[in-house]
């Protein structure tokens, strides 16, 4: 078997540059963009390689085979090994229309052959499911695609949109600011599926957050609080706000991967594959790893793991190729080992990190927010943090994963195509795993000379009550190292009435207001290892100041709307968008950016049909 010919597809091609662009061997590039963890099969052939120096030996080992493909030749070494053995997809007639991945999706069934004598459905697939023979693909694939949404068991924190607040009955805005850009991962996902975007998987302030802006980080603050002020018609203006953190960076990681292996995750195994690779590169000489597995029971693979050198991260990816994937999810008892591993390699100036990779479907042990909740609640006592990393389609949990890392003091990001995985780990590992800041929450006052009312864009699930904002007790979210968060707001300007009197607020003191100050921004926040919080603040002037900053994210605001299939925009939105899009003025946003909206386009396109 040549590699060569293997590599000729674009997709495999692109997979082999990716895993060589990380560091990896030309070796293992090969091996890693062809061969993928989970199953039976190469679990077993592992075994009969060895458990030393796995990648080389496959190499070597696909290298002698005759066979066209390596998931041929490692099929036909089982079958060789194992000739009693009946194919999972001749013993369930389930498996004759969807294929196995789509029946271990939805359950504990495991990936292997075995799976198959669990099953009790018939193998008569005409009868039993009404395909007839002659049936065109087409219709097969309409039927497969109906019957993966009737089965759907995603779970998402409902949204409700606000209305806007009058500045003198509500002077201030408060809410939970956030770095997470979990929802960009999730509609991008929705779309590539084929299946529609809904209201509660945009997250406006997520959307926003994906993309680039041009801010420089801060140098001697923990903080640089920077605004933009733009024009719009209609007597309203658009606030841009981008609350960034500094880049920091501890000298070495103690890093503990906690990896779901349960039967849901078996049509993730290659973007896990592939975040796992992104995750064993970044580490360093001197950085201790740990991988701590979990299905119907959880096992630690290696614990406080000490990388040498880029030899070791090679042997790390031979450990993930001898893993399989079965059984049911119990997460609970795998963020207890994982956790109690992290406290035994602690180390006060490391980071200290759990990396959570799943799809949030816990579904044996404790499963229900509230007791997941109080386990993650109590296990941030020992000063490590958690980070998610979401992927799965048709059984994603998300609202887990946004609870599990809020409250873990962790970011949290999805990923489900090479893509995501460079743009959420390889291109910010650091953010991921180094915390900078907790409980960061921010909070707005407008002055009312010039602000009549105004509407926050987004943030919906993250509003905060005015008290909140100086109450230690009141968790927010965290920041890894430089973050950045978004907030817009639509102002409706020029109010007349008499500000309401208040002690404690800037702007509604008469003798105050008279001052040519739009209003101002404060951001709190605590040191990761600190119960004590921190602020700073930046104050607005009403002077319109709009760079592509404050464009693009208007933008974006327009674009999710859509997507939410909301009616929240008016005329002047509507006509901002349409000279957006038709006049192609969007493309003149950064590469990056041009390329993301580009995706997001085509979504709209997708989900107005």
């Known amino acids: 078997m040549k590699f060569k010919q293997l590599l000729k597809s674009k997709e495999t091609r692109r997979k082999y540059e990716y895993y060589l662009s990380l560091g990896y061997s030309e070796n293992a590039a090969n091996v890693l963009s062809v061969v993928t963890y989970g199953d039976e099969e190469l679990v077993f052939l592992v075994k009969q390689l060895g458990k030393k120096n796995v990648i080389e030996n496959l190499?070597?080992?696909?290298?002698?085979?005759?066979?066209?493909?390596?998931?041929?030749?490692?099929?036909?070494?089982?079958?060789?090994?194992?000739?009693?053995?009946?194919?999972?997809?001749?013993?369930?007639?389930?498996?004759?229309?969807?294929?196995?991945?789509?029946?271990?999706?939805?359950?504990?069934?495991?990936?292997?052959?075995?799976?198959?004598?669990?099953?009790?459905?018939?193998?008569?697939?005409?009868?039993?499911v009404g395909i007839a023979p002659w049936m065109q693909e087409e219709s097969v694939n309409n039927a497969f695609s109906e019957l993966k949404e009737s089965l759907s068991t995603d779970a998402y924190e409902p949204i409700e949109e606000s209305d806007a607040k009058s500045v003198f009955t509500a002077p201030t805005s408060t809410f939970r600011m956030t770095t997470s850009n979990a929802s960009m991962g999730i509609v991008l996902n929705q779309i590539r599926s084929g299946r529609c975007v809904n209201m509660d998987q945009v997250r406006i302030e997520e959307v926003l957050n994906y993309f680039d802006y041009d801010v420089k980080p801060p140098r001697d603050t923990k903080f640089t609080i920077y605004t933009e002020l733009m024009e719009k018609k209609g007597n309203k203006k658009i606030l841009f706000i981008d609350a960034q953190a500094a880049k920091e960076k501890k000298e070495h990681q103690n890093i503990i991967l906690l990896l779901d292996t349960s039967g849901s995750m078996s049509t993730n195994q290659e973007v896990t594959q592939e975040a796992i690779a992104a995750v064993f590169?970044?580490?360093?000489?001197?950085?201790?790893?740990?991988?701590?597995?979990?299905?119907?029971?959880?096992?630690?693979?290696?614990?406080?793991?000490?990388?040498?050198?880029?030899?070791?991260?090679?042997?790390?990816?031979?450990?993930?190729?001898?893993?399989?994937?079965?059984?049911?999810?119990?997460?609970?008892?795998?963020?207890?080992?994982?956790?109690?591993?992290?406290?035994?390699?602690?180390?006060?100036?490391?980071?200290?990190?759990?990396?959570?990779?799943?799809?949030?479907d816990l579904n044996f042990g404790i499963t229900d927010k509230h007791g997941l909740k109080g386990l993650i609640e109590e296990k941030k006592k020992s000063n490590l943090f958690l980070s998610v990393i979401g992927t799965g389609l048709y059984n994603y949990k998300d609202d887990n994963l946004e609870m599990l890392s809020k409250h873990g003091n962790g970011t949290y990001c999805v990923v489900n195509n090479?893509?995501?995985?460079?743009?959420?780990?390889?291109?910010?590992?650091?953010?991921?795993?180094?915390?900078?800041?907790?409980?960061?929450?921010?909070?707005?006052?407008?002055?009312?000379?010039?602000?009549?009312?105004?509407?926050?864009?987004?943030?919906?699930?993250?509003?905060?009550?005015?008290?909140?904002?100086?109450?230690?007790?009141?968790?927010?979210?965290?920041?890894?190292?430089?973050?950045?968060?978004?907030?817009?707001?639509?102002?409706?300007?020029?109010?007349?009435?008499?500000?309401?009197?208040?002690?404690?607020?800037?702007?509604?003191?008469?003798?105050?207001?008279?001052?040519?100050?739009?209003?101002?921004?404060?951001?709190?926040?605590?040191?990761?290892?600190?119960?004590?919080?921190?602020?700073?603040?930046?104050?607005?002037?009403?002077?319109?100041?709009?760079?592509?900053?404050?464009?693009?994210?208007?933008?974006?605001?327009?674009?999710?709307?859509?997507?939410?299939?909301?009616?929240?925009?008016?005329?002047?939105?509507?006509?901002?968008?349409?000279?957006?899009?038709?006049?192609?003025?969007?493309?003149n946003f950064s590469g990056p950016n041009k390329e993301k909206l580009e995706l997001l386009l085509n979504a709209k396109k997708h989900n107005a049909r």
């Not at 096992?299 to 994937?325: N, P, R, V």
């Not at 109690?340 to 100036?349: N, V």
């Not at 921010?442 to 509407?455: L, T």
């Not at 817009?488 to 001052?515: C, F």
Request: hydrophobic share 30%; net charge negative.
């Open 59 to 128: 190499y070597s080992w696909l290298h002698a085979r005759e066979e066209k493909s390596p998931q041929e030749a490692i099929k036909a070494f089982y079958e060789e090994k194992h000739p009693q053995t009946v194919h999972d997809e001749e013993e369930t007639g389930l498996a004759c229309l969807t294929g196995m991945p789509m029946l271990r999706a939805f359950g504990c069934a495991r990936p292997g052959r075995r799976a198959a004598k669990k099953a009790s459905v018939s193998c008569s697939c005409a009868p039993d």
């Open 281 to 360: 590169s970044k580490l360093k000489a001197g950085d201790r790893i740990s991988l701590v597995t979990y299905s119907t029971k959880d096992h630690t693979w290696f614990k406080g793991f000490e990388i040498k050198d880029s030899q070791s991260k090679e042997d790390l990816m031979g450990i993930i190729l001898g893993i399989e994937i079965e059984g049911c999810t119990y997460g609970s008892a795998g963020i207890e080992t994982a956790y109690g591993i992290g406290e035994k390699y602690y180390k006060a100036d490391w980071n200290n990190q759990v990396i959570l990779i799943t799809d949030g």
């Open 418 to 587: 090479l893509d995501d995985v460079d743009e959420s780990i390889n291109r910010h590992f650091i953010a991921l795993t180094n915390i900078v800041a907790k409980d960061v929450k921010a909070q707005v006052e407008f002055n009312p000379r010039f602000v009549k009312s105004y509407r926050l864009l987004g943030y919906e699930n993250r509003q905060l009550n005015h008290e909140d904002f100086k109450n230690d007790a009141v968790i927010s979210e965290p920041y890894g190292s430089g973050g950045h968060g978004i907030a817009l707001y639509e102002l409706d300007m020029n109010g007349e009435e008499d500000p309401v009197a208040s002690s404690d607020l800037k702007y509604q003191k008469p003798v105050l207001t008279d001052s040519d100050e739009l209003g101002v921004v404060s951001v709190r926040y605590k040191e990761p290892l600190s119960d004590k919080s921190s602020q700073v603040e930046t104050v607005i002037y009403n002077k319109n100041y709009g760079t592509q900053n404050v464009q693009l994210a208007y933008f974006l605001y327009c674009l999710s709307e859509k997507l939410r299939k909301s009616e929240r925009l008016d005329k002047y939105d509507e006509q901002f968008l349409d000279v957006m899009i038709t006049s192609g003025f969007y493309k």
